[in-house]
């Protein structure tokens, strides 16, 4: 059985202060809702601090970027093995960085294959963009997106994927719950055509994009969505609580 996510993407909102603040008024809230994983990504510069809020938690931490050399002149760089000290997770190949940062399918098979060497998880973002959707296009450019990155031992290290229509993060215009449960059923077909169905099955595919405490119920439902990766959303307390608690009380586990 796939254990359901609810991950909070904080892209770059909060000072180390914030960032202290917001997983204070969340810890004791998120401690209860055991059987969902629950995993915040705050700021590179946040992680040493929440680190230390989430000694003995069972809310996980999670980088919102790496990069794939292990050390050396890469100014402004956060290395994996700087990460791994202090995450379990990682997300790669945000839309935000392929599109405002250039990052490219082989960058971004370099930066998972760099986590996993030092046993950190990769939350690998694909989806298509507007343009894309009207023109029919998704499932090709999933299929490209993922046949990038795509590697039996991936999954085996523990690789979650997550569906992030561009054209649904940070607009407010989420795809409805069957419409990203069709997708995320593609995807993990094409998981299943490439390793096989024992790793399709146990592969967690989320849905990102617009997600609330509104609608996080319609994903939830959705057989094939594991959870979600929540942008805005998870900077309120009680909103990513609230989005929790769904997922739990959704899939029968609270
Ligand atoms: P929003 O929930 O703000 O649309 O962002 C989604 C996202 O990009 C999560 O990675």
Redesign the pocket.
């Known amino acids: 059985m796939r254990i359901p996510m609810i991950a909070g993407?904080w892209k770059m909102n909060t000072t180390v202060g914030e960032a202290v603040t917001l997983v204070r008024s969340m810890l004791s809230g998120l401690e209860k809702m055991n059987g969902v994983d629950r995993v915040v990504c705050p700021p590179f510069i946040s992680l040493a601090a929440v680190k230390d809020l989430l000694k003995g938690s069972s809310v996980k931490l999670g980088a919102q970027n790496i990069f794939y050399e292990e050390k050396g002149a890469y100014t402004g760089e956060i290395s994996p093995l700087m990460l791994a000290e202090l995450c379990e997770y990682v997300?790669i190949g945000?839309s935000e960085r392929r599109q405002y940062f250039g990052e490219t399918g082989d960058m971004i098979d370099k930066k998972i294959k760099a986590a996993l060497n030092v046993e950190l998880k990769p939350i690998l973002?694909i989806g298509e963009k507007l343009e894309e959707n009207e023109q029919g296009k998704t499932q090709e450019v999933l299929t490209h997106q993922l046949t990038a990155s795509s590697d039996r031992g991936y999954y085996v290290g523990g690789l979650v994927i997550?569906y992030?229509p561009v054209w649904?993060?940070?607009?407010g215009r989420s795809a409805s719950g069957s419409e990203a449960n069709e997708t995320i059923g593609f995807i993990r077909q094409l998981v299943s055509h490439q390793h096989g169905s024992d790793i399709a099955d146990n592969v967690r595919i989320l849905y990102?994009?617009?997600?609330t405490a509104e609608n996080i119920a319609e994903f939830i439902r959705q057989p094939e969505i594991d959870g979600a990766?929540?942008?805005?959303?998870s900077l309120k307390a009680e909103d990513f609580l609230s989005i929790t608690k769904q997922t739990a009380e959704i899939r029968g586990l609270s």
């Open positions: 993407n997300i945000h973002c997550a992030e649904a993060i940070g607009t990102g994009g617009s997600v990766l929540v942008g805005g959303a």
